[in-house]
């Protein structure tokens, strides 16, 4: 398995509005072309920080992402470009993504992916993964920088 280039802390997430604000603050650093995994257990606030996320990334504060678990991929768009909010959950096969187009979306969007894992082989080497904890009600979020993607570590620095 490839180990992360650079680790941040980890860092408490006291309530909903935290993960959504980490979420705001997500977008307006990532670019498309980039590749985030959003990692962790069923309800550790996967799709809240996507949620989050998008609403930034969009302009639209109204916006209710839905979840895509069931449609594996939604795509939205705003002013920085192209955004792909993936649910890989349901993935039978990493081939699979193929067929949802994940190589037109690694090179002309912005990757915001639930359960990255189910990628195997065809996770991108160059990419940032959250890991998104809930230990007995205590969320925490801590951000890994794999591959080339470490070059960008700097520039996150509130994490
Ligand atoms: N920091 C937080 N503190 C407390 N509750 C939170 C926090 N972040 C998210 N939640 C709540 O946790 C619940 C589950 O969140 P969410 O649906 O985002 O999880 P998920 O990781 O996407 O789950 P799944 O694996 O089922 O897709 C929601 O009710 C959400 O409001
Ligand atoms: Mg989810």
Redesign the pocket.
């Known amino acids: 398995m490839q180990k992360a280039a650079v680790e941040s802390e980890e860092r408490p997430?006291?309530?909903?509005?935290?993960?959504?604000a980490l979420g705001a603050r997500l977008a307006g650093l990532l670019r498309p072309g980039e590749f985030l995994g959003?990692k962790?257990?069923?309800?550790?606030?996967?799709?809240?920080?996507?949620?989050g996320l998008i609403r930034a990334w969009t302009g639209d504060d109204a916006l209710e992402p839905p979840?895509p678990?069931y449609t594996l991929a939604q795509i939205y768009e705003g002013p920085a470009g192209v955004l792909w909010h993936m649910?890989l959950?349901r993935l039978r096969t990493p081939e699979e993504a193929l067929e949802i187009g994940l190589e037109e979306a690694l090179a002309t969007a912005l990757c915001i992916v639930?359960?990255p894992e189910r990628l195997g082989p065809l996770s991108p080497p160059s990419r940032m993964e959250l890991a998104?904890r809930?230990d007995q009600?205590r969320?925490t979020a801590r951000l890994s920088w794999f591959g080339d993607a470490a070059a960008r570590r700097k520039e996150f620095g509130f994490l």
Request: aromatic share 6%; no cysteine; charged share 30%.
């Open positions: 997430l006291e309530d909903e509005a935290a993960t959504l959003l962790g257990p069923l309800g550790a606030g996967k799709t809240t920080l996507a949620r979840s678990s649910d959950y639930e359960w998104l809930d009600g969320r």
